[in-house]
C-alpha cells in the first residue's frame, strides 16, 4: 500500500488514504473483492452510486489516451459523479508547479484523483501529498487499471485466475509486462514475461512479484524463449514494442523483438482453450497477427470494456476505505 509520510501541513496525505498507484497496492483478498464487484457492475451499471451528489473525480493526462480517458468519464458518471477530465498541458504544470501543490489544490475540491503521468515516482509523490485516493491511470513503471481490467476478462473466461498460465510476450520491461508481474502474482496466476534479454523487467519488480507469487500459490518466471514461453500458455498477452515517450526507438525495438510477435504459430503452441490479450492501440502485423487479434481467441474488445467496470469497482473501494477513515476520524 502506497502511504505517505505523517505531514506537518495541513490538507496533505497523512498516510492513512488507501492509494492504488501500483498492482501489489491491493493485497490478494482486495484484488480478489474488486473483481467480483467489477463483474456485479458490468451486470447492473447504476448498481453503486459513491459519488451521487454530484462528487468530483478529477482526471489527469499527460500523455494521450483513448481507453482510459472514456472508461474514467463514463465510469465516474455511472457511479453518480461528475469527471472532470484536465489535459495538464494547459496547467501549469509544465511550468513548473509542484506535483505536491497540484495535489493540494484538487483534494481540496474532488473526491479522488486519476493521473496518467510518465515516473512512478512523480504519482507517489501526488499520492503522499493527497488527501483522497490517487489513482495510476499508467506511469512508465506501471498501468495497473489495465490489468485490473485484463483480471476480470480472464476470469471471465475461464471462471478462475489462480494457476492460470499466462504469457507475456513483447517488452518484458514495459509498465505492462511490470503490472502483469504485480497484477498476476496476487492474482495466484503464473505468470511467463518473455523478451529479449535487454528488455527484461526491473529486477526490483521482479523480485516484489517473487516475493508475492509464493504467497498466493502463483509463480513468475523471464525467459527469451518465445516458443517455450507459449506451450501450454491458457493467456497470451502482448502490448505496443515502443510506448508512449519512446518514440525515435521503433527501429531498434521491433528488430529486437520480431521473434516475439504473437501469431498464429505461437497460438497453436499454447493451451487449446487460449485467449488472447492486447491493452489496446494495437499495430498489427508488428506486435499481434491480424488473424490473431481479429479471430476468435481474441478478447482484446471485453478487456477494453472491462476498464470500466474494473475501475469503477476500484473506485468504489478506494471510497469506501476514505469513508471508513473519516467514520474513524482518522481522515
Ligand atoms: N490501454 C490503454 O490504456 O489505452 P489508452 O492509452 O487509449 O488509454
Same mark, same amino acid.
Given at each position: 500500500?502506497?502511504?505517505? /509520510? ?57 500523455? /494521450? ?160 524463449? /518465445? ?105
Amino acid at each position: 500500500m502506497t502511504a505517505g /509520510p505523517a505531514s506537518p501541513i495541513a490538507g496533505a496525505g497523512d498516510g492513512t488514504v488507501r492509494h492504488f498507484t501500483r498492482d501489489d497496492d491491493l493485497s490478494p483478498a482486495e484484488q480478489a473483492a474488486v473483481l467480483s464487484l467489477a463483474a456485479e457492475l458490468k451486470a447492473d451499471r447504476f448498481a453503486r452510486q459513491p459519488l451521487a451528489g454530484p462528487r468530483t473525480v478529477a482526471v489527469l493526462f499527460d500523455k /494521450p489516451s483513448l481507453r482510459t480517458r472514456v472508461s474514467f468519464a463514463v465510469g465516474i458518471a455511472e457511479l453518480g459523479g461528475f469527471p472532470l477530465v484536465i489535459d495538464m498541458q494547459g496547467t501549469h504544470a509544465g511550468r513548473g508547479e509542484p506535483v505536491t501543490d497540484i495535489a493540494r489544490v484538487l483534494a481540496g475540491q474532488v473526491a479522488a484523483i486519476a493521473w496518467r503521468t510518465f515516473g512512478q515516482a512523480a504519482i507517489e509523490e501526488m499520492a503522499a501529498a493527497s488527501s483522497v485516493p490517487v489513482i495510476n491511470a499508467l506511469t512508465d513503471r506501471f498501468h495497473p487499471c489495465q490489468v485490473l481490467a485484463d483480471l476480470q476478462t480472464v476470469r471471465a473466461a475461464y471462471g478462475r485466475l489462480a494457476g492460470l498460465v499466462l504469457t507475456f510476450l513483447g517488452d518484458g520491461s514495459s509498465n505492462m509486462a511490470h503490472s502483469y508481474l504485480l497484477g498476476g502474482a496476487t492474482a495466484g496466476l503464473q505468470v511467463r514475461i518473455c523478451a529479449p534479454e535487454a528488455y527484461w523487467p526491473a529486477a526490483d519488480v521482479l523480485a516484489a512479484a517473487a516475493a508475492l507469487a509464493e504467497r498466493t500459490g502463483g509463480s513468475v518466471a523471464v525467459s527469451a524463449d /518465445p516458443l517455450d514461453a507459449c506451450k501450454g500458455a491458457d493467456v497470451l498477452a502482448t502490448d505496443v514494442w515502443t510506448s508512449m515517450g519512446q518514440e525515435g526507438q521503433e527501429r531498434t525495438r521491433s528488430g529486437a523483438m520480431a521473434g516475439y510477435q504473437v501469431d498464429a504459430a505461437k497460438l497453436a503452441l499454447a493451451s487449446p482453450a487460449c485467449r488472447v490479450l492486447h491493452c489496446l492501440p494495437a499495430h498489427r502485423g508488428e506486435e499481434i497477427a491480424a488473424e490473431v487479434i481479429d479471430g476468435p481467441a481474441s478478447l482484446v474488445f471485453e478487456q477494453a470494456e472491462n476498464r470500466l467496470h474494473a475501475q469503477k469497482a476500484l473506485l468504489c473501494f478506494l471510497l469506501d476505505a476514505a469513508a471508513g477513515e473519516r467514520r474513524e476520524g482518522r481522515g
